[in-house]
């Protein structure tokens, strides 16, 4: 299979983009990054495993989408507020059948995707590894966990059956889902409990579940995501979730969240899209979330801080 990979020179891009060019797809990282780029051409992509290994793995990156020409599938890893950037800038790889998968955190992506190439062409899914990005072509992969991949509309095709199939032979465990929302907002969960609680904190992902203070917290936001959620006629259950949550952080020793690897480098955060999603998702279906409207006031106060001083 021909895939290209939006934001593959960064973590999750590259641990994806990596394994399946190991696992013999024509695969191409693309990345606006030149650093990333360059390093990637030059001495391939490094993957620190949790094991200790650390494969070197050859596969082509460009900052030029044009290059590549159409592809069979593009996954789309890029921050939400690249996404319409990025899809644009990959109309040249864009013909025929290809399908755009959204991997991406938070809500949203999809209707975004779908505006620019069409609803038939989008898959969305939503994946529990982790990943940390240590330098231009070097990532950490502290944490594995199951992919989910369904399409829009809940039903199986042929096309999702094949890139299925390349995932699992890449060695990434992939589930496909007839409820692929009820799956996102799973994710969602996880993210809104999770990712503004290290990014404030400066926490790694296992001390999340080594304080009081900060699994009351925690908590407290999943109380909110899930009445959101049943308010939506979408299935989430606060037990489940609780437990799912606790134990992948539990797993995730030195594992860093996204939105505390963003903070670290003083980036925009994509706390608009994952606690500012329950929030606006409250505020259509009345349901009150003071505490992820908290989250999302603090987020953005740090975001807006360190943005300030960098400018």
């Known amino acids: 299979m021909k895939i290209a990979i939006l ?12 394994y399946l060019a190991r696992a013999g797809n024509d695969v191409t990282l693309i990345d606006v990054s030149k650093a990333a780029v360059t390093a990637i051409n ?24 044009a290059s ?16 319409e950037a ?12 290809t399908a755009v998968l959204s991997l991406q955190n ?12 069409g609803e038939d062409r989008v898959l969305v899914g939503l994946t529990y590894h982790g990943g940390t990005l240590l330098a231009p072509g070097r990532v950490k992969h502290p944490g594995s966990g199951m992919t989910y991949i369904g399409e829009l509309t809940g039903k199986p095709t042929e096309r999702l059956g094949k890139v299925i199939e390349a995932f699992r032979a890449a060695e990434i465990e992939t589930t496909r889902s007839d409820r692929i929302l009820d799956e996102v907002w799973k994710k969602l969960a996880l993210n809104a409990c999770t990712l503004p609680v290290a990014g404030l904190l400066h926490f790694m992902s296992h001390e999340l579940v080594a304080f009081d203070g900060t699994k009351s917290l925690m ?20 037990d489940e979730r609780w437990a799912a949550i606790t134990g992948l952080l539990e797993k995730a020793v030195g594992g860093k969240a996204s939105m505390l690897q963003d903070v670290e480098a003083r980036r925009q955060t994509e706390i608009e899209v994952i ?22 006031w603090m987020i953005q106060a740090k975001q807006a801080h360190y943005l300030q001083a960098k400018a």
């Open 7 to 18: 934001g593959g020179g960064g973590a999750m891009g590259g641990i994806f983009g990596g």
């Open 42 to 65: 030059d001495n391939g992509l490094t993957i620190e495993e949790k094991d200790g290994s650390q494969p070197v793995i050859r596969v082509p990156a460009s900052d030029d989408p």
């Open 68 to 83: 590549v020409g159409p592809v069979d599938l593009i996954i789309n890893f890029v921050k939400c507020y690249h996404t």
């Open 86 to 97: 990025a899809v644009r800038a990959a109309a040249p790889m864009i013909a025929g059948d």
């Open 106 to 117: 938070g809500w949203g992506n999809a209707p975004r995707i779908a505006s620019i190439v």
């Open 219 to 238: 908590a407290a936001i999943l109380v909110e995501v899930v009445a959101v959620a049943k308010a939506q006629g979408i299935a989430l259950d606060y």
């Open 275 to 296: 606690n500012g999603a329950i929030v606006d998702a409250g505020k259509r279906t009345g349901v009150a979330t003071p505490v992820n409207e908290t989250m999302v």
